[in-house]
C-alpha cells in the first residue's frame, strides 16, 4: 500500500451497533486524525494522536474511541452507533502539527 | 472562540482568475493551509502560508496577513477541474487544524 487507507468505503448500520472504522498509514507519520464532515460545518477533528501510544480529544469526542496501538494503524470505533453519527469519515496523517495532512479516501456511513 | 470564514460558493469563467478569500479568529497561530476537494473525494494538500506575503505555485498562490487574520488562494487560468471545494485551515496554538467550512468553485465555460 502507498499513502492511508481507510475501511469500509461505506458502510450501513443499524442504531445501537457497535463499529470500528479503520485507517492504516504506510508514510510512517507521527500524527494521525479522525475527522467527520457534514455538509455546511467543514472538517471536524473528532480525536487524534500525535505519536505511537498517546491518544488526545478533538473538537466533536463523545461517542467515539481510538487507540494507537503502533505507528501505522488509528482505529475509531463508535460503541453504540445514533443517527447523527451519519457523516463521512476521513482518517489523516502527518508529520507533526506543523505539516501537510494527508487524506485516506473516506468512509460514508450511514446510521438507520 | 474559533472562527474560520470564507464564502460559501463562487462561480468564475473558464480561463479567468478568481481569488476565495479566508478570515480568521484562532487561539494562536501557527500557519495556514489551503486544501482542493473535488466532490466524493478526500481533501489534497495545496498551499502552505506562516510568514506574511504571497506564495506561488504554478496555476495557484496563496496570500497571507497575519496582522489582518486574512488570507486568500488565487486561482489563474482557471481550467475545468478546477471546480471544487477550497478549504482554509488555520493551525492553533495546540497545533490542531480548524477548517473553514471550504468555498465550492464552479467553473463554467
Known amino acids: 500500500i502507498a499513502g492511508i487507507t481507510q475501511a469500509p468505503t461505506s458502510q450501513i448500520l443499524a442504531a445501537g451497533r457497535r463499529m470500528t472504522l479503520r485507517c492504516t498509514q504506510d508514510m510512517r507519520h507521527n500524527a494521525m486524525y479522525w475527522y467527520r464532515q457534514d455538509l455546511g460545518l467543514g472538517l471536524r477533528l473528532i480525536h487524534y494522536s500525535n505519536t505511537a501510544g498517546t491518544t488526545g480529544k478533538g473538537e466533536v469526542p463523545d461517542g467515539y474511541s481510538v487507540s494507537r496501538a503502533n505507528t501505522d494503524d488509528f482505529p475509531l470505533t463508535l460503541a453504540s452507533a445514533v443517527p447523527s453519527q451519519t457523516s463521512v469519515y476521513f482518517c489523516a496523517s502527518s508529520d507533526s502539527g506543523f505539516n501537510e495532512q494527508f487524506f485516506g479516501p473516506g468512509t460514508r456511513l450511514t446510521v438507520l | 472562540g474559533q472562527n474560520i470564514d470564507q464564502p460559501t460558493e463562487m462561480t468564475a469563467t473558464e480561463g479567468a482568475i478568481v481569488q476565495i478569500n479566508c478570515t480568521y479568529q484562532?487561539?494562536?497561530?501557527?500557519?495556514l493551509f489551503w486544501y482542493q476537494q473535488h466532490a466524493g473525494e478526500a481533501p489534497t494538500f495545496l498551499s502552505y502560508n506562516v510568514l506574511d506575503g504571497l506564495e506561488e505555485k504554478g496555476r495557484f498562490s496563496s496570500f497571507l496577513s497575519r496582522s489582518k487574520g486574512y488570507s486568500y488562494l488565487l486561482l489563474k487560468e482557471l481550467q475545468m477541474k478546477d471546480s471544487a471545494s477550497y478549504l482554509c485551515?488555520?493551525?492553533?496554538?495546540?497545533?490542531?487544524?480548524?477548517w473553514g467550512a471550504g468555498t465550492k468553485l464552479i467553473i463554467k465555460p
Open positions: 485551515a488555520v493551525t492553533d496554538s495546540n497545533y490542531q487544524l480548524i
Open positions: 484562532t487561539s494562536g497561530f501557527n500557519g
